[in-house]
């Protein structure tokens, strides 16, 4: 199998079809300072002054909130009950346990423990299991939510002083940000986007925001050579001639050479494929008119385009347009008599440019209508549901189906995306020109990784192999190594060390930014945060950040790679008092296990797409890696077929 990421959940990321934005025209320069120091000012100042005008009547009320998460866990066990088996409803009764919070809110617990409860099951709500995208689950997935938050703002007055003092603060730190905001300087942008839609305050600068980080934040760029590739072929027929010109019976046979060949034209929000056959015809016949037998050559050319209309409902074809040329030449008149023969030239003279006339109009509308026949056979085809099998996934991970669009210039398929959810923020900065000769390539923004993964993993503890369970959940094969273990749960040789380090591990997951992706300066620094890691008996609970930092390098054959540079770093951030000898042994141990995680290298072998891949033309092709750019919070791969 292929190792592509330095995560398996990654992969997950990179697997998945995303459907289709298409980017403005600045989205094709060169990135720069895209949010200029007056639209920050602008955006601080909006801030400072909704910060002064909160209406605390807005925040969620915890007495509301509780009685809506009652109601949504009762219907949510009648649907179980009344719509499946008596096993498979005791099954999922079972994984939910709504008990603990049913009886937090019933007997009046402090709000901190019914919280605690609903951030539990809230977790149970979000994963990769199938069934997590019914609606009565999404109803109560909605209603915890607003039951954590109505807890959250329990006390208004000092709710709404806190609010106001983010607010405030996170004014001076825009002033402060350049146009190209860090990862880190993002998500706290996020974070206090998301406080003011999870309160219903300053709607107009919650919009204000995500109309500035509003850029797609994946790109898929498909190069015409690699359209080409698919579509151009040479062409050689020949076929008898059976035909009557002007009551003369043709019999003979005709040739065709030529090629056909593909086009991309520009279009906004659908693809444009101009199709095109270009061939030179030849034919010999006999004429038969009565006694008198015509010898016959022709020579001639023609050339048919059709603009084929992809869209994601499906294709459309223009009609066939069709322009041919033909020179036809009377090489013998045969007859005995010299007479006859004499009348006959005469009589075929007067005809010919009538007869050339039909002729041409023959030519065109056999090879028109044969080339419409074909090219029909692909708007015939069905588009395959690429969103099908993915919406029921991104519902189960909490997340937004992502806007969807395409379209094509004179040289490529540019294909954007954009996946946020109506509290979080996208890209700023647009995205790099693909300067590099490639057939393919793939962007990725911090900001998807970040969208994508912080509903899922913020504060969620998992356990060594967990993600490996997850991938397979979605049906996306798991990367595997060339031992066949996978790169997720591959345990290290750990010889000569105690027993211990060989027991799985679990980590805790930091509430912002659980995930670390970050495409600066041709490096890439990918990690984890985690408040907690356990093994055994032994634990370690600190704010951590583990991670590996990669260049793009070169391989002796051309191909592109990501090289860690230097081994894991486990760091931790922000003040915090010595670590003990059990926990320092801890850190060896989290470098040892994520040595696996985070490989030696990246992009070290070739993807060969699956037989029984959606798109046909695909299936079986080999990619390579050739090209690795990072800069300004992009990832840029791109890829030849070998």
Known sequence: MHRFGPLSIIWILTSIPWTLALPDQASCQTPANEWSSWQRERLASELESASKNLDPAKFPQLADSSAAASSSMLAAESFFVRRTDPANAAAWLKYLNLDPLRAAIQSDESPATVAR????LRQRLIGTIPGLELSSLQKLRHDLERLIESVRFRDAERAEQL?????????????????????????????????????GQAPGVVRAFRDQFSRPNLAIIVRESMVQSAVNRGVNQSRPVRECILGTRIVGNASLAGMVTADLLPSLGEVRLQVALTANIASQNTGYNGPVRLQTVGNGSVNVTRTLHIRESGIIADPAHVQASLNTRITSIDHKLRLVRRIASKKAAEQKPNADRIALAKLRSQVGGQFTEQTNDATSIAMPDLMGSVRPVLTRLSLDEPSRFLGSTDAEIIVDSTLRRHDQLSAVVARPPVMAPVDAAVQIHESLIDNAMTPFLAGRTLREGDFEQLISQTGIPVNQSESGNSIVSRSVDNSGDDEAEDEPFEIEFARLRPIIFEARDQTLRVGVRGLRFAQGKRELKQAMEITALYRPATADDGRALLLREGDVDVSFPGPGKRLSVTQAGLKRTIQKKFADVFP????????????DAKLESLRGRTFRPEFVDSQ???LTIGVDTL
């Not at 409860?117 to 539990?120: L, S, T, V, Y």
């Not at 030696?600 to 060969?608: E, G, N, P, Q």
Request: proline share 4%; aromatic share 4%; glycine share 6%.
């Open 117 to 120: 409860e609903a951030i539990d």
């Open 163 to 199: 609010v106001a003092k983010q607010m405030v603060a996170i004014a001076q730190k825009i002033r402060e940000m350049d146009g190209n905001p860090s990862a880190d300087e993002v998500s706290d942008l996020n974070a206090v986007i998301g406080l003011l839609s999870s309160s």
């Open 632 to 634: 300004s919070g992009w």
């Open 600 to 611: 030696a290298i990246l992009l070290d072998r070739s993807f060969t797409v699956p037989a």
